[in-house]
């Protein structure tokens, strides 16, 4: 079946974070929140960074997240401005360890208070870390730990005692990424979350909270690669007027390299088989291809989907983003006009990347019917290795 591409105007791109001196990266693994009337809330990692050596910018918590803070920025004016004072650091991995231990581990202190937080109430916001402070692993070094911390006040500031959430035994590994949770009609909440024996032994889950976020627990599995070659990850959930829960996740080798979605109509208990919702041979990424813009130590090889997103939109309509790392590097989006039975082509939001390093995209619909999606972007600017990582935002209509 021919698939026909989503047609994209009023398209246009800004910088919300750039230094030639930091890495700004992964706004996936972190929120978004739209509170109305031109207010925004992006969040990012944001490290020091030489751009030296290829050590400098390598990714995880042995690499530019472990000197990294969580900044979070605000934007008064629709996603156009994004102004320094407006700031607020949530987290900061860059600190001692046994620092990092001490504020984390409150969450296991039986009788600890807690603040009383809405998760229903549209102020309220949710940022799940996954810091490296857990036990010693086999190599002797901290593992990867899961928690929660919530603001009551459109994150201006952050409670200081956060809840663990825990993989279900005798799993040691579980993260959340930073879509929003799904509201219940009871005022419970869900999100998404990748588990497993490690971080690269996972599958898909749900966990569930009925208590505002003080506990968060696994409910079920919504799919694993049938054939242990592989593993689906970067979940999350749409819940449609219908009561049909869906969860848009990629899978990374196995079965298919393919962005794929599976449903559940009993809340989250039992899912369908994911299905792949791209399709080979109808890209249009090819006659975009524009050396230009690729440094001369660009990687050529690479991933056509990485980190994809999904939005319902206000009209019914679906958009999933994704960032491409192969050349052309860059960031794509298809669209369904039906609950995810049939989908477009893909479209190009932009090709212009100098490299793979890129993605991760959060989007929102504006008050005016546009998208504005975040993402961490490289372009050729003089730095070392294709550019400096820093977060820019596309606007553009369907």
């Avoid at 803070?69 to 004072?85: C, F, M, N, P, V």
């Avoid at 603001?151 to 040691?172: I, N, Q, Y």
């Avoid at 989250?268 to 440094?295: C, D, F, L, M, N």
Wanted: hydrophobic share 35%.
């Amino acid at each position: 079946m021919n698939r026909v591409a989503p047609e994209l105007t009023d398209l246009h791109h800004i910088k919300l974070c750039y230094s030639k001196e930091a890495y700004c990266g992964h706004p996936r693994q972190c929120p978004i929140y739209n509170y109305g009337d031109g207010e925004i809330v992006v969040v990012h990692h944001h490290a020091p960074a030489t751009y030296q050596t290829k050590e400098n910018i390598q990714h995880g918590q042995t690499g530019y997240k472990g000197r990294a803070k969580i900044l979070l920025q605000r934007s008064y004016d629709h996603g156009q401005t994004w102004a320094h004072e407006n700031e607020v650091v949530i987290w900061d991995d860059s600190r001692p360890l046994e620092d990092k231990r001490a504020v984390l581990w409150q969450a296991d202190e039986p009788g600890i208070t807690r603040e009383q937080i809405d998760l229903a109430s549209p102020e309220t916001a949710i940022y799940f870390p996954r810091p490296q402070t857990g036990p010693a692993d086999a190599n002797g070094e901290p593992s990867l730990e899961c928690f929660a911390f919530r603001s009551a006040d459109r994150g201006h500031t952050w409670e200081t005692v956060p809840t663990r959430v825990a993989p279900p035994p005798p799993l040691k590994y579980v993260h959340v990424d930073g879509a929003p949770l799904v509201q219940c009609p009871d005022g419970t909440q869900m999100a998404a979350a990748t588990v497993g024996p490690s971080a690269n032994d996972n599958f898909v889950g749900v966990y569930g909270t009925d208590d505002n976020g003080l506990s968060w627990e696994y409910l079920g599995e919504v799919t694993r690669d049938p054939t242990g070659l592989g593993r689906p990850t970067y979940a999350n959930l749409l819940l449609l007027p219908s009561g049909r829960l869906q969860c848009y996740m990629l899978n990374i080798g196995g079965i298919r390299n393919a962005i794929q979605m599976a449903y559940s109509d009993d809340g989250g208990y039992s899912w369908s088989e994911p299905k792949p919702i791209v399709a080979w041979g109808q890209s249009p990424w090819t006659a975009a291809r524009r050396e230009r813009y690729i440094w001369e130590g660009a990687r050529r090889n690479g991933v056509h989907y990485r980190s994809p997103w999904s939005l319902r939109l206000r009209d019914g309509r679906t958009l999933v983003l994704f960032g491409r790392r192969k050349p052309p590097f860059g960031i794509g989006v298809i669209v369904s006009e039906d609950d995810g039975d049939s989908w477009s082509a893909e479209g190009i939001i932009r090709a212009d990347a100098s490299d793979w390093d890129l993605g991760y995209p959060v989007a929102t619909e504006l008050d005016d019917g546009r998208i504005f999606t975040a993402y961490y972007y490289m372009e050729k600017d003089g730095v070392n290795f294709g550019g400096a990582r820093h977060i820019a935002g596309s606007f553009f209509r369907l």
